[in-house]
């Protein structure tokens, strides 16, 4: 066998190890225009998100659909059972769409921050003022609408560099699964494979490396 030859059959050899790492991670079906994150890519982001946001105590996916979030503030915990249903893709912006499942749930240690919650759930219904809320957060009924700078998401830029600005992702959060649904087919050679697995720390950036060398 030639030199080229043995250097293809390495290169392919390790793609192919690659591509089923990351089938581990993230599937594509094509013909349904969809993507898959899997359970397991899913925990990953959960305890990224719980470990760089404060007031977020526990993320985790739910058994059967959504996701629970346990977020403290002052001496109340605020349990939210929620699903991610839409993410439009704008020039500069993030508009993402979450689903309550369940309405949220307030607790507290405080006897009287106790008395407080059943005031606010008699007087307020349990509705969340939105001038509470944080800005580019709105609530109405069951719904949460956010809006984020979109140089804040590596997640979205890894996975959906090419779509046009203005595109919709539609999502459903089953079983621990994230599926995602665009409006054009994707493939491996859309996703921005080194961005997404350093992300999830599944490999280290080699600046970070070097620097520390």
Not at 28 to 40: C, N, P, R, V
Not at 78 to 102: A, C, M, N, S, Y
Request: with cysteine; net charge positive; aromatic share 6%.
């Amino acid at each position: 066998m030639s030199i080229f030859n043995k250097i293809t059959a390495t290169f392919q050899k390790s793609r192919k190890v690659l591509q089923k790492t990351l089938e581990e991670y993230v599937t594509f079906s094509s013909e349904a225009k969809q993507l898959t994150l899997k359970k397991k890519t899913v925990l990953l982001l959960c305890q990224q998100a719980q470990s760089r946001v404060e007031k977020v105590k526990s993320l985790q996916p739910d058994s059967d659909e959504g996701l629970i979030a346990i977020i403290e503030h002052q001496q109340i915990q605020v349990q939210l059972h929620f699903t991610p249903e839409k993410i439009t893709l704008g020039e500069k912006d993030i508009e993402g769409e979450l689903r309550l499942l369940k309405p949220p749930q307030f607790d507290s240690d405080s006897i009287v921050y106790r008395y407080l919650i059943a005031s606010w759930n008699m007087f307020l219904g349990g509705k969340i003022p939105n001038g509470a809320l944080p800005q580019g957060v709105k609530v109405e009924k069951n719904k949460i609408y956010y809006t984020l700078p979109r140089n804040q998401s590596q997640l979205l830029d890894s996975l959906f560099h090419n779509l046009e600005k203005g595109s919709t992702l539609t999502t459903n959060l089953k079983q621990g699964d994230l599926v995602i649904e665009t409006s054009v087919s994707l493939n491996l050679n859309d996703l921005k494979l080194q961005n997404f697995l350093q992300m999830l720390n599944i490999i280290k950036d080699n600046k970070n490396d070097d620097a520390s060398v």
